[in-house]
């Protein structure tokens, strides 16, 4: 039998560069054809330019996408012009083992420090990736980005975006601050709008899964010990009402605040049309911190899904779209704007 290669899709980095050498050794020992990181590779963790030498020197396909604190990065380099407010909120938000790991002694003079490789690969990173997974007429629709599109806008007009400066010249002409661009989404806004993204299932980072609203979580009931256990550490989805099938998957699981880095596997081979289930293969790996030597961890997750994606998001908006309109329950999930805003993700 063939070695099933997976398309991986790896969550916010934040300069772990020891727990993604792990992460990636065991992806490529298990088989990767293609490898999505959806960004957020710096600030924060011990090792911002290790991290990206590492994703610049893969041998295997990768796609790479921004992620907000990239987008703060450039916003500095662009300068005042651009963004008064961009070395204040960069700062905020971890840039000082960034500054540190390039050696630059200070965010003004970043980009005349910073190596034009580094400056490139910045700039060229994609804002959203969309790829089909299935055989013949049946086919599941993903569509990866750091946290989920606009929601206020058509996707088709946000899928021509290409870069940082596509991206740059779209929030100017919606009058959008970049500080609350998509790339900041909250947990709670892509909760109220996941019709927005249509003909596609969402698989995004930003939002530690650890502070995510209760209703998402994964939970494992121990009916032993009479208690249910939230597994924050592990991929968390957004499900339809009534929990039919996913709309998104949230794989950003803290590895900046001593959680987890994860990336998870999909093959076409893994979707069962008749059942309604797809099952995932996980990677993870423990912050640096916890550990000198950092070991990955492989397991699996199995979710509902529908083919039917782009139909079943118009009839769940036609039905749960009204605000007066009461919500399901979540279903119990299957484990195997201000002038100086402080954002934190």
Known sequence: ?????????????????????????????????????????????????????????????????????????????KGESHNPYAVYLWAENGCDTTLKSFNVHDAASLGKQLDKKYIDFFRNLKIFHTEGFGAGKKAVNFLFCHAGPFVDFPMEEQLVLKNYDDFCGYIKEKGIKAEDSCLWNEDNHLQKSMSSWGNYILVHGHMRTQYRLTRNRLQYDDSKKGKVDDLSDVPNPLYFPGGAAISALDIDTGVDIGGKLTAIGISAEDFNYGTGKMTLKVVQADAARKSKEVHALTFHLTLPFTEEVGWYHKIMKSIFGSKKKKKAPPPKPIVHSHPIPKKHH
């Open 1 to 77: 039998m063939a070695k099933i290669e997976y398309t991986w899709i790896v969550g916010d980095i934040h300069g772990n560069a020891s727990s993604l050498a792990a992460v990636l050794k065991s992806i490529q020992e298990i088989g990767a054809k293609k490898i999505i990181f959806l960004g957020d590779y710096i600030d924060r963790g011990p090792d911002p330019k290790q991290t990206i030498d590492l994703v610049l020197d893969l041998k295997v396909e990768t796609v790479f996408l921004l992620g907000n604190h990239e987008a703060m990065l450039l916003d500095v380099i």
